[in-house]
């Protein structure tokens, strides 16, 4: 089970600290932390309690907590930024990076910290391209004419091959064990070349393709950019 900790009790300072002062934020670009796929920081002052439940990301593995629900009586839920928090990443807690920290660590870290707290959150990149946009995918495969094809920003890749006519399963033994876009079987990997606007792949692909660094699955991938793919 995926552990998750409210820090409205856990991490509150003596009983004065339970009068919610008015947070300061401000979001920073490009922090010295190394993150290809971030574009800024959030930065807080948080009095204690915070009123923040903090979640893994990614259970049972040292890859930092993010923030999974905000509670009414605590300063981040005093903030006008409130919206924005939840599902965000922790960067930094006193200006140390606890995004490849385990919960307890980065829990420590902020239960020890003194009131105010100095945290920073990952704000994920703006896509490039808006939803719905239409792109061209150039799409080469061995055997074939290279053929360009018209994709929809936020369309699934698999299914926009296959609606195109690119022969993603070739060979029997690919038919046969078609998943059927659950991400299992890896049949409909692709390799991603020359892009515009694409994300660094999840770390689930990480692992289910360690030996294809440039691969793609593309049942669990939407467009969001054009691109050229070569299809196996």
């Known amino acids: 089970m995926i552990k998750a900790l409210s820090l409205l009790l856990a991490a509150a300072a003596p009983c004065s600290a339970f009068t919610v002062n008015k947070p300061s934020f401000s979001v920073m670009n490009k922090s010295p932390l190394s993150r290809s796929a971030l574009d800024a920081l959030l930065s807080a002052e948080l009095e204690k309690p915070l009123g923040i439940i903090l979640e893994e990301v990614e259970e049972n593995q040292a890859k930092g907590v993010k923030v999974e629900e905000l509670t009414e009586d605590g300063s981040a839920n005093a903030s006008e930024f ?80 296959l609606n195109n006519d690119v022969e993603l399963y070739r060979g029997l033994k690919k038919k046969l064990g078609n998943c059927g876009g659950g991400g299992q079987c890896t049949f409909c990997a692709v390799d991603l070349g020359p892009s515009e606007g694409w994300q660094e792949r999840s770390d689930y692909e990480n692992k289910k393709l360690a030996k294809a660094p440039n691969a793609r699955l593309a049942c669990l991938n939407n467009i969001q950019g054009p691109a050229t793919i070569r299809v196996q």
């Open 82 to 161: 409130k919206d924005q928090l939840v599902g965000l990443k922790v960067a930094t807690v006193q200006g140390t990076d606890v995004t490849n920290m385990a919960f307890d660590d980065v829990m420590d870290c902020i239960i020890n910290a003194p009131s105010p707290v100095s945290i920073e959150f990952e704000v994920p990149d703006e896509p490039m391209f808006e939803a719905g946009a239409t792109v061209q995918i150039k799409v080469i495969q061995e055997g074939n004419a290279d053929k360009v094809i018209d994709g929809k920003v936020g369309e699934n890749l698999r299914q926009t091959l």
